[in-house]
């Protein structure tokens, strides 16, 4: 995630001398990302077994209170954080893009553990999306099968750092003609339609996990794991057929 950190225009030991005197010298800028980094309001919206880390995460004993984000919201028209906690199926994409859409601003995403990043275990399921991030954008990314809550705590400083550096005048929903309400795709007999949003995700030309593992099976289970580090096989030719005999038809019957 890149972000690049405001820099005040006032010399840091000028300032360090004011503060010596009672004298506090800041900008607005400062001030207004102190105000949101501070007060991140997440949803409470849970999704597999991720959510068990992230309740534990808001617990006493890493208590997620000392971030200022403690505040689980139960309507998203409170929240500014979405934590996409767990396997996100097929079934519920429709449901979570609408989460975030009602979602005031500014909003953040954070995915939390392998299966809503990319799919994790369940990645060749029929009904597993392939990662949240093909429909709504994300800003903190937390691999892991499932994170530790001081994983959680660390992609929420990680955030944290993004907003100290926005600027009032550059942030995109001050902007005009901002587009920040996402397609809610419909669960089609052949899967979601659209696919994809292509305004956040594009896919990839090259699919290096179908050259690894081969397209998904359909029906069936898999017998073992494919083998990485074994050559490619070569295609069989196919065995040339013998001519055929004109002396190969039987002889009829002999009377006896």
């Keep these: 995630m890149a972000f690049s950190k405001n820099k005040s225009q006032v010399d840091e030991g000028l300032k360090s001398e004011l503060a010596k005197k009672g004298i506090v010298t800041t900008t607005l800028n400062e001030l207004y990302n102190w105000g949101r980094r501070s007060s991140i309001w997440p949803m409470q919206f849970g999704l597999a077994c991720c959510a068990i880390e992230m309740i534990a995460t808001a617990c006493a004993r890493y208590d997620i209170a000392r971030f200022g984000a403690e505040l689980f919201r139960a309507s998203p028209r409170q929240a500014d954080l979405i934590i996409i906690a767990g396997t996100v199926t097929k079934k519920m994409t429709p449901q979570v893009v609408r989460l975030y859409n009602q979602m005031a601003e500014p909003k953040y995403c954070i995915t939390m553990g392998a299966c809503s990043i990319s799919g994790g275990p369940f990645i060749d399921g029929y009904n597993t999306l392939r990662g949240i991030d093909r429909f709504i954008p994300v800003d903190?990314?937390?691999?892991?099968?499932?994170?530790?809550?001081?994983?959680?705590?660390?992609?929420?400083?990680?955030?944290?750092?993004?907003?100290?550096?926005?600027?009032?005048?550059?942030?995109?929903?001050?902007?005009?003609?901002?587009?920040?309400?996402?397609?809610?795709?419909?669960?089609?007999?052949?899967?979601?339609?659209?696919?994809?949003?292509?305004?956040?995700?594009?896919?990839?030309?090259?699919?290096?996990?179908?050259?690894?593992?081969?397209?998904?099976?359909?029906?069936?289970?898999?017998?073992?794991?494919?083998?990485?580090?074994?050559?490619?096989?070569?295609?069989?030719?196919?065995?040339?057929?013998?001519?055929?005999?004109?002396?190969?038809?039987?002889?009829?019957?002999?009377?006896?």
């Design 140 to 256: 903190v990314h937390l691999p892991g099968c499932p994170p530790r809550p001081e994983a959680l705590l660390y992609g929420l400083q990680t955030l944290q750092k993004k907003i100290d550096g926005q600027e009032i005048a550059k942030t995109p929903w001050y902007q005009k003609g901002l587009k920040r309400e996402y397609a809610i795709p419909d669960l089609g007999p052949k899967g979601l339609i659209p696919k994809f949003n292509p305004e956040v995700w594009q896919p990839r030309e090259d699919d290096h996990r179908k050259e690894k593992y081969g397209s998904p099976m359909i029906t069936g289970k898999k017998t073992k794991a494919p083998d990485l580090d074994a050559p490619p096989k070569q295609p069989k030719a196919p065995a040339p057929k013998p001519p055929k005999r004109s002396d190969d038809a039987s002889p009829p019957p002999q009377e006896a």
